[in-house]
């Protein structure tokens, strides 16, 4: 069920469609109740929402308790559009094509390499073969939303640090290409998104992402915080040790360069003197029990630990959501993370692993389509987890 969470923008229309949206099925007696418009003003609001095919009717709900009619219950029209997802890094591209309430239609993960030069190629590839086949609907496509590992802001890639797609107008293009609303957004806030959209307990909720780089997503009293130039929560750029590493965005021993899956892999091949080592081979050699392996793995939890307290000093979230390979493949790095905080002021803060893992940003691009197209501030999901998880 898509669930809308808040909405500041008040109009009649945004209220009852929330609450139709908000109940599996409603009254328009009971939308009368909650939002207090009068009937007439909710009838009419009703009529205008079926004949767009917002909300359809489903048949009768219970008569009244003194034997009045029985009322037409009605519900959102959940297969009325569909959205686009695709989440890009530089090793690869992965899509998610959902319904209205994120049930999903299609999923795609592609190992490549993604550069300026291919990955319109991509992304209208998915999008045209969809549309070739989709069955029509009235919405049809309601948005293509893309998450890029990178600095976006207002729909512009502005800083690719491990590659080139800063170097291309990528919405530009697509438009030439594609007629339909198209958006970009960094990955981390994306996941925020996601996270909050999953989450009907908290209100102010960080999603640490850990992939080729590090950064977090910010959702402040239900809204998505994206700082002045979109560059909130770009925490892999808070310099952790000063005359560190060098790292892409100009400063020296930035967090990104100790904390991403990148760095820990160039670390431990830096251990063994080998540079044909991977993710893979560092995991064996952990769960082998080697030591300078496992004190690397503590000296990068250690690292992460600082990077997440600098983060839930400046925010104060109610809890923290992590997404990184790493921690899924070694959960015991969460139980270590959570003491870095046991003494400290911040020892209250729950740090959880993200359930949604790598789709976490594919479905929060849906929720950003969905934001986009119902103009509401932010909607949730009440989806079946292990239905999401399932490829
Ligand atoms: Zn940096």
Redesign the pocket.
């Known amino acids: 069920m898509l669930r809308m969470k808040s909405n500041i923008r008040e109009n009649n229309s945004v209220l009852v469609l929330t609450e139709i949206t908000n109940h599996p099925e409603i009254s328009r007696t009971k939308i009368s109740e909650i939002t207090g418009l009068n009937k007439a003003t909710v009838s009419e609001i009703v009529r205008k929402l079926i004949e767009d095919d917002y909300v359809i009717e489903i048949g009768s709900g219970n008569s009244t308790k003194s034997g009045g009619r029985r009322p037409i219950l009605l519900t959102v029209n959940k297969k009325a559009g569909v959205s686009i997802s695709f989440d890009v890094r530089y090793d690869r591209i992965s899509y998610l094509i959902t319904y209205l309430d994120g049930e999903k239609i299609d999923y795609e993960i592609k190992e490549t390499d993604i550069n300026k030069d291919n990955i319109v190629t991509h992304i209208t590839t998915v999008v045209d073969a969809f549309r070739s086949t989709m069955k029509k609907s009235p919405f049809g496509i309601i948005g293509v939303t893309i998450s890029v590992h990178g600095v976006v802001n207002k729909n512009m890639i502005e800083f690719t640090?491990y590659f080139d797609l800063d170097q291309l107008n990528l919405i530009e293009e697509l438009k030439e290409r594609i007629d339909l609303p198209i958006h970009i957004e960094n990955e981390a806030n994306l996941s925020a998104l996601a996270e909050a959209a999953f989450d009907t307990e908290h209100q102010n909720i960080i999603s640490f992402s850990a992939h080729t780089g590090v950064g977090a997503g910010i959702i402040l009293d239900s809204q998505l915080y994206r700082g002045y130039n979109g560059r909130s929560g770009e925490v892999?750029?808070t310099v952790l040790y000063p005359d560190g590493l060098n790292?892409?965005?100009?400063?020296h021993g930035?967090l990104?360069?100790y904390c991403s899956t990148k760095a820990i892999v160039r670390n431990f091949q830096q251990l063994r003197n080998n540079k044909s080592l991977n993710f893979d081979d560092l995991l064996e050699a952990y769960r082998q029990n080697d030591v300078d392996t496992q004190n690397l793995i503590q000296k990068f939890s250690k690292d992460l630990g600082i990077g997440l307290m600098n983060i839930i000093g400046n925010y104060d979230p109610e809890i923290v959501y992590i997404n990184a390979e790493i921690l899924e493949e070694i959960p015991e790095l969460l139980g270590l993370l959570q003491h870095s905080l046991s003494s400290t002021i911040y020892k209250s803060v729950p740090i959880r692993q993200s359930k949604l893992g790598h789709k976490a940003s594919l479905y929060g691009a849906t929720v950003h389509n969905l934001k986009e197209f119902l103009n509401v501030d932010n909607v949730g999901f009440d989806l079946d987890m292990e239905k999401v998880l399932e490829v």
């Open positions: 640090p892999g750029h790292c892409p965005c100009g400063n930035c990104e360069q």
